[in-house]
Nanobody, 115 residues
Framework: QVQLVESGGGLVQPGGSLRLSCAAS????????MGWYRQAPGKQRELVAS???????NYADSMKGRFTISRDNAKNTVYLQMNSLKPEDTAVYYC?????????WGQGTQVTVAS
């Protein structure tokens, strides 16, 4: 049974930081590309960052320099370090795993940036 369980979301002030985690199980984590997406109310889900099975990272332009994606294959976990958070970063953040035609989603974790 595939599971992606996100954690680490919450309320943070503008300029603050959060670290999201996504614990994976039920598939060969090291073979999968992993990604973080987000969806704000009334908006489409968008890619935040992704990382290949080999560790190459890719970021949406608005996240470059502020967010860092990483993975620990020994722990079957992918992380998203978010710094210099802005109110417009408020969204539900989702973890995604992909391998060829296969794709899995987590349930999401809420991130709210407000003073």
């Amino acid at each position: 049974q595939v599971q992606l369980v996100e954690s680490g979301g919450g309320l943070v002030q503008p300029g603050g930081s959060l670290r999201l985690s996504c614990a994976a199980s039920g598939f060969t984590f090291s073979s999968y590309a992993m990604g973080w997406y987000r969806q704000a109310p009334g908006k489409q889900r968008e890619l935040v960052a992704s990382i290949t099975s080999g560790g190459m990272a890719n970021y949406a332009d608005s996240m470059k320099g502020r967010f860092t994606i990483s993975r620990d294959n020994a722990k079957n976990t992918v992380y998203l370090q978010m710094n210099s958070l802005k109110p417009e970063d408020t969204a539900v953040y989702y973890c995604h795993a992909s391998f060829r035609v296969l794709g899995y989603w987590g349930q999401g974790t809420q991130v709210t940036v407000a003073s």
